[in-house]
């Protein structure tokens, strides 16, 4: 249900027109606080709304301030704007009209008369705004709230500001415990001084950090300054040092010119030696060429003829003495089981006529008791064939006995057998194993023996090398472009360095080069077994970068370097587990490239390799259930590998030519050796590894020779011994084979007597005679029944022998062509272990006359290159000194004229000195001087630069402070006029609106203490010799006829200051307090501009008299002709009842409907 309202004039006339600017015509409430729908039509002037408490009258106040775009606390009513929704709905909409039609309009070919602003809230707080023009039709673009302030600010509405819409909170807060101060800040934000204050405090903010701004300008300028004079001196000094330079290069040209002629001649004299040299080096070269070639032909059959033999023994004959092994052990099974089917078929046999027999007896039986029918037993009879059974049975039991012990010694036997045919395979796949051992250890020993020649040989020519460049690389400390050369050779530094100086990305490595041991006298042997062979290796991310790196490689003749492709991933490299108390191969390297580190993860998963000094501690760690996980294996500090299941294999790095044979044992050099010592040292560790491990191979060859020679002899007794079990086998079958046939011929005479005893037993009576017969034929029957089921197995023995047999003869076929294999590869065998003994003696004489040869030539060698290196020092310093003497200065002149050059060199060294002093003092360098004159020059540009900039902008900043503080103090000084005359101007009106109840007041201001006292006289309070007002029957003083005469009359009257005479408001009553207040608020009226004045429930507490006197008041303050807001909109809200004229057509009375309270 709608709530409904009723608007009528003072006259009851139809309203006037909207001849006043601006105005609200009116408000649409929907859903908004206790309003379901409600539309207020508001006149054009002067409007009261009356209603009861609770019938929503302040509520369209707060609409309005809501639909004009203010919060809900600035409305007093809740803190969010959904609160103010009605209980029940979901949103509230609110719309107000204003007036357009006036001599201001705002965008009128847009909007029209009149101008519709709509706000819709819903629950969730989401608000929206509408703007609709005079036809209803939606305008203001995308952007509404921009358009609403525009309108706002043209109308100059002043919503949120106290003094214009004085709200019921507010009204009852200011009219009842306002104090001296917060009646202060009201007049304060009323008249918008507090936000001109405010303003003014920013700006004063503003011109103190553009003072700081200044201090630092001013600041700068002095550093710039000292700046500009330190580099001039530094230009001074360098002008000096370049003088200098001039006399050095003068010096210099003299002595130059003066060892050219002297160089020259030992290089002439270097040259002829080198010469000679040469001769002989290449008579010496041929030789060595022609033994060489001999023994790389000799080398190439002996290696050839060694992969042959070898090939034989480890290839050939250990699967072919393996597969005889093997043949004959399932030759004499297959035996065996062709033996056990012949018994079994003879037993069966035997057991078949037995039934047969026992089926023509029980026929024989039926027959004879067919024929004699009344035979009788004689008792004589009876008693034998019982004596008989007795014995028979007693037999039996006994030979029962022996075949269950005669089992048991067959069941133990054949235990045996199988016992000891594994035991021989096991020994047989060992000798095997110990045959691969033992030539992969011969080959190792090889290959060691033929690198001790070459060992001896680099330490010859290292020494030699060392001996003669002594001079030359004496105090030098290694670089790490010397370390790379040391260790990987002269081509892989090459190529590094040409890799450094790339621009774009590049390749990482080698990996060597960014790998560092921590404890290297520890693990050194375990980590070379692990990644040595990456550590000359490089890392690329793509397939063209490896092309590339390919390219290079092939180009600088690097070898034995693997190019490894990594990919990189966009996410971060992925975390390996780690553990502060167990060591792994990770945490024992320092990787100084995060690029080699996941290669090395990638490559040999170091972060899963343990390192561990003793065997228990690794298989103990690899075997918990919280380590198993996270670790492949473990390496002990010998090198040697444990895996999962605790086998340890020993693992030896021997590098190649190109890089020494234990990687971390020497990488790690020290920067104090020489690159010769190092070298030296090097090969001879070298040498002394390759001694050891080639004692410990022949150490090694004679323990496998040994175990071989052991496990052969085993595996010959084993065979013996399998012989003799499965003889004893054998005979232990038959002698069960005849036991069994005993036993079953014992039971068949067994079962005879039986029978003959009960036949004799049942000779009298016919009626067992007749269940004898009936047992004899049910014997009969299953009899019959066994038989057949002997006839089948006998065929399933007889199919089985035969497929055994077949198999037997297929094995002895193979064991017959393995064993002419193994013949024909041991006499092939035997051919090429004579041929290569003959091979090897010739090598080793080829080999010592090229040892000779090569010893010979290395001495030559040596002295060649201190010869080539004098030779070539001679001339390049001849040609240099040359170059620079023409280059640089005019030809050499006459020996005559050219000074001792210890002479020159004395003078040279006095103008280094000088020089050296010189730049110690200015800190430059003397071959840097151009390059320092014109850093200091750019900088000496860039230093008076910024000191021309500094000093204009301090110019410009104290000409714009000036100009602020000026400018400021001059806004400040008219900010203090205005607020004296606002002060004024509402302490004048406020003595002309309580003159018109008989009070003489004003009002005190106190600035500094920022208070505002009300001092008031009653009529009452005043002598009898004052002034009294005339005053009409009700106690209303008479208006004047217009505001002069009123001011006129004000001023006349006695000036008041608080005293005896004068009280505040705490004197007075609750009417006339509100009505003090009341006028207070006209009077601030009077300095305040608005087109638009609301007041809430301003005479709540006031009596009727003071009532009555404060609504004529405020009807005749804006019915005033001579007011300046005259044309202004007037809303007053009251909750009591209106008496006012019926004559005014400007006042407008809009009640509301009483609210529904329940009963």
Not at 222 to 240: F, M, P, R
Not at 478 to 485: F, N, P, R, V
Not at 638 to 654: C, D, R, W
Not at 917 to 941: P, T, V
């Amino acid at each position: 249900m709608h709530a409904c309202t009723s608007a009528e004039s003072s006259s009851g006339q139809a309203q006037p027109a909207f001849n006043h600017f601006p105005v609200i015509q009116s408000m649409t409430l929907v859903n908004f606080m206790c309003h379901e729908h409600l539309k207020v039509e508001f006149g054009p002037h002067i409007n009261f709304i009356v209603g009861q408490n609770g019938s929503g009258k302040s509520a369209i106040l707060a609409a309005l301030m809501v639909s004009l775009g203010s919060t809900a606390s600035k409305t007093q009513r809740g803190h969010k704007i959904s609160s103010l929704i009605k209980e029940g709905s979901n949103f509230f909409s609110v719309a107000v009209t204003l007036f357009n039609g006036g001599s201001e309009r705002f965008q009128w070919e847009k909007f029209g008369d009149s101008i519709t602003v709509e706000r819709k809230v819903t629950l969730d707080g989401s608000s929206t705004y509408r703007l609709r023009n005079s036809t209803g039709s939606s305008v203001g673009g995308d952007k509404p709230r921009e358009v609403i302030r525009e309108i706002i600010s043209f109308y100059r509405l002043q919503i949120e500001n106290p003094l214009i819409l004085l709200t019921q909170d507010i009204a009852k807060r200011y009219l009842a415990t306002s104090s001296a101060t917060e009646r202060y800040r009201l007049v304060m934000q009323g008249s918008q001084l507090q936000r001109l204050s405010e303003d003014y405090e920013q700006a004063g903010n503003l011109v103190s950090l553009m003072r700081n701004r200044l201090s630092i300008a001013s600041d700068r300028i002095v550093d710039q300054t000292t700046k500009v004079g330190k580099i001039q001196s530094q230009l001074d000094a360098i002008k000096e040092a370049r003088e200098m330079l001039a006399n050095l290069e003068a010096a210099r040209r003299e002595f130059v010119w003066a060892q050219v002629f002297s160089l020259q001649e030992s290089a002439l004299e270097a040259c002829v030696q080198v010469d000679n040299l040469k001769v002989k080096l290449q008579n010496i070269n041929q030789e060595i060429q022609s033994h060489t070639d001999s023994l790389v032909d000799m080398v190439s059959k002996e290696e050839a003829s060694k992969a042959s033999t070898e090939e034989i023994r480890s290839t050939v004959l250990p699967p072919l003495r393996l597969k005889v092994a093997q043949i004959e052990s399932q030759v004499l099974m297959i035996s065996s089981q062709i033996s056990n089917c012949e018994t079994d078929e003879r037993v069966l046999s035997q057991g078949r006529m037995q039934l047969l027999e026992s089926i023509d007896k029980a026929n024989a039986h039926v027959d004879r008791e067919a024929n004699n029918p009344h035979a009788t037993m004689a008792p004589e009879t009876g008693d034998q064939v019982a004596d008989a059974l007795r014995e028979l049975s007693t037999s039996l039991v006994e030979k029962e006995s022996k075949l269950r012990e005669i089992d048991c010694q067959k069941a133990k036997a054949e235990e045996q057998v199988s016992s000891t045919e594994s035991q021989l395979d096991e020994i047989k796949a060992n000798e095997a194993c110990l045959c691969c051992s033992l030539k992969l250890t011969r080959e190792q020993l090889e290959a060691l023996e033929a690198r001790i020649p070459a060992a001896k040989l680099a330490i010859t020519s290292a020494e030699l090398s060392m001996a003669s460049n002594a001079p030359a690389i004496e105090g030098q400390r290694l670089t790490s472009y010397a370390e790379i050369g040391l260790i990987y050779g002269p081509q892989m530094l090459k190529l590094v360095q040409h890799l450094d100086a790339l621009p774009e990305s590049k390749p990482v490595g080698p990996i060597g080069r960014f790998v560092h041991l921590k404890e290297a006298s520890i693990w050194a042997t375990a980590m070379d077994a692990l990644i040595g062979r990456h550590m000359s290796s490089f890392v690329v991310s793509s397939y063209p970068e490896r092309e590339i790196l390919n390219k290079l490689l092939s180009r600088f003749e690097v070898q034995n370097s693997q190019v490894i492709l990594l990919p990189e991933t966009p996410e971060t490299f992925m975390q390996f587990p780690e553990t502060s108390e167990i060591l792994t191969a990770r945490k024992a390297l320092e990787i100084s490239s995060p690029i080699v580190e996941k290669a090395l993860c990638t490559l040999s998963n170091i972060h899963r390799v343990l390192l561990c000094k003793e065997r228990t501690e690794a298989v103990k760690i690899l075997s918990s259930t919280t380590s198993h996980r996270l670790f492949d294996y473990a390496f002990l500090a010998t090198g040697q590998k444990i895996s999962l299941s605790g086998a340890a294999q020993t693992f030896f790095s021997f590098g190649s030519k190109d890089r020494p044979s234990r990687w971390f044992g020497t990488c790690g050099l020290s920067e104090s050796h020489s690159t010769g010592s190092v070298a030296i040292a090097n090969a001879k560790v070298d040498l002394e590894a390759m001694h050891r491990s080639i004692s410990a191979k022949r150490s090694l060859m004679s323990s496998l020779s040994q175990q071989l020679a052991q496990k052969e002899q085993i595996g010959n007794e084993l065979s013996t011994e399998l012989s003799g079990l499965n003889s004893r086998v054998k005979e232990i079958s038959f002698q069960r084979s005849s036991l069994v046939a005993e036993i079953r011929q014992m039971a068949r005479e067994k079962a005879s007597l039986e029978e003959e005893l009960s036949i004799l037993k049942r000779a009298n009576d016919p009626a067992a005679i007749s269940a004898s017969q009936q047992d004899v034929q049910s014997a009969k029957d299953a009899a019959l029944r066994r038989v057949a089921i002997i006839d089948a197995q006998l065929n399933d023995l007889s199919c089985k022998r035969s497929q055994l047999q077949e198999r037997h003869l297929m094995l002895t076929q193979q064991l017959s062509e393995s064993q002419c294999s193994i013949k024909s590869s041991e006499a092939a065998l035997r051919i090429e272990t004579d041929n290569m003994s003959s091979l090897v003696a010739g090598i080793r004489d080829v080999k010592a006359s090229l040892e000779g040869k090569r010893i010979q030539l290395v001495h030559l060698e040596g002295q060649l290159p201190v010869l080539h290196k004098s030779f070539h020092s001679l001339t390049e310093e001849h040609t240099d000194a040359y170059g620079k003497a023409i280059e640089h200065w005019p030809p050499a002149p006459l020996a005559s004229e050219v000074r001792p050059l210890d002479d020159i060199q004395r003078h040279l060294r006095s103008l280094e000195q000088q020089l050296e002093a010189q730049r110690k003092a200015h800190s430059s360098h003397a071959a840097n001087l151009q390059e320092d004159s014109d850093r200091l020059l750019m900088e000496l540009r860039m230093a008076s630069l910024s000191l021309g900039c500094w000093t204009q902008d301090a110019s410009s900043f104290g000409e714009l402070i000036q100009a602020l503080d000026k400018s400021l103090n001059d806004r400040h000084s008219r900010w203090l006029a205005f607020r004296d005359i606002i002060f004024k101007r509402a302490d004048l009106h406020f003595r002309m609106f309580v003159s018109a109840r008989g009070f003489y007041g004003r009002l005190l201001f106190d600035h500094e203490a920022e208070k505002l006292d009300i001092c008031i006289v009653r009529p009452s309070d005043m002598s009898q010799q004052a002034h009294p007002p005339a005053t009409t029957s009700s106690s209303v003083p008479k208006r004047a006829s217009n505001r002069t005469q009123v001011a006129a009359d004000v001023q006349n009257k006695p000036q008041l200051s608080p005293s005896a005479s004068s009280t505040d408001l705490k004197g007075l009553s609750g009417g006339e307090k509100s009505l003090v207040t009341s006028c207070l608020l006209l009077a601030l009226w009077e300095c305040v501009e608005s087109p638009l004045r609301c007041l809430d429930e301003f005479d709540v507490f006031m009596d009727g008299v003071n009532r009555k006197t404060i609504l004529k008041m405020l009807i005749e303050y804006a019915t005033s002709t001579n007011s300046i807001h005259c044309s202004n909109q007037y809303i007053f809200i009251t909750p009591q009842a209106l008496d006012l004229p019926r004559h005014s057509t400007d006042v407008k009375i809009i009640r509301l409907r009483d609210p529904q309270r329940s009963a």
